[in-house]
């Protein structure tokens, strides 16, 4: 993968941008907020990856305009119609609280980890996204 190109980053929303509150939107997570500008202000597209629907999705939507972060598309990449009709939204990165390797903390009196932000941004860099 170049590095100078402009990547589609798929970032989930539960328990990676905000607390696990489902239905609810739960509480920013440390360092997302950041991390995200950084990253379209770098160019790269971030493409909301979640299980939400409905108006819950909109929640989340509006999660992201409200803190001006631009999302690229929803759950949907139109451009990869083009060479595939796979369903799986594609995405050079995928930021993910249930990946393997995703980076977690634990916050004290917090029952399900979350997305250890400030340990995403150094892989980040380390692998020159950001
Ligand atoms: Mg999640």
Known sequence: MKRDDSLIIAVDFDGTCVEHDYPSVGIEVEGAVDT?????SKGHRI?????????LLEAAVRWFKER??????????????????????HADIYIDDSALGCPIIYIDGVR?????????RELLEYNGVL
Not at 71 to 86: D, F, G, I, P
Not at 112 to 120: E, G
């Open 36 to 40: 995200l500008r950084k990253l379209v």
């Open 47 to 55: 493409a909301l990856y979640t299980m939400r629907s409905g108006e």
């Open 68 to 89: 001006k972060i631009e999302l690229w598309c929803v759950n949907h990449n139109a451009k990869q119609s083009e060479w595939t009709s796979s369903p799986k939204l």
């Open 112 to 120: 399900r980890p979350v997305v250890n932000w400030a340990k995403v």
